[in-house]
């Protein structure tokens, strides 16, 4: 389950979106919670990095940025891809590393904190995966 064969991912291309987005949506396969980075910053709000709930459409993402983010407006290169490894492979591998070069320590102590949360977040649904769950029902339970 913790293998980073499979999915092939063009590293140069989300290289590109982390040194040019101003703000940035990760998305994992196995739980639902995103990292959002918001590299923007003003006289009023810091640059953010948190783990935040999913939503169902870019649009809700904007309606969100709104209410959190509401200084800024639009952002003007906005991403999000899904990362289709572990999160450990993103840490290991420090993928985010032109993300974190534009983050204020403060920021980038917060991206690191959110990647402890998403670590976390991975390791419980392969528990869940192993022990089955309504979530992730074993073999066995889906068979009744």
């Known amino acids: 389950m913790r293998t980073e064969n499979g999915l092939?991912?063009?590293?140069?291309?989300?290289?590109?979106l982390?040194?040019?987005?101003?703000?940035?949506?990760?998305?994992?396969?196995?739980f639902p919670e995103r990292l959002l980075v918001d590299t923007r910053a003003n006289d009023k709000q810091g640059q953010f990095a948190e783990?935040?709930?999913?939503?169902?459409?870019?649009?809700?993402?904007y309606v969100w940025l709104g209410r959190h983010r509401g200084s800024f407006g639009a952002?003007?290169?906005?991403?999000?891809?899904v990362w289709p490894h572990?999160?450990?492979?993103?840490?290991?591998?420090?993928?985010?590393?032109?993300?974190?070069?534009?983050?204020s320590?403060?920021?980038?102590?917060?991206?690191?904190?959110a990647l402890r949360e998403a670590a976390e977040a991975e390791n419980r649904a392969i528990k869940e995966m192993v022990?089955?769950?309504e979530a992730w029902p074993a073999v066995w339970q889906a068979a009744n």
């Open 8 to 16: 092939t991912l063009d590293l140069d291309a989300v290289g590109e």
């Open 18 to 30: 982390l040194r040019k987005s101003d703000v940035l949506t990760v998305g994992f396969t196995l």
């Open 51 to 61: 783990m935040v709930e999913p939503v169902g459409s870019v649009q809700e993402r």
């Open 75 to 81: 952002p003007e290169a906005f991403a999000f891809f």
């Open 86 to 103: 572990t999160v450990r492979g993103l840490i290991e591998r420090d993928i985010l590393a032109p993300l974190r070069e534009r983050l």
């Open 105 to 113: 320590p403060l920021a980038a102590d917060a991206l690191n904190g």
């Open 131 to 133: 022990r089955g769950t």
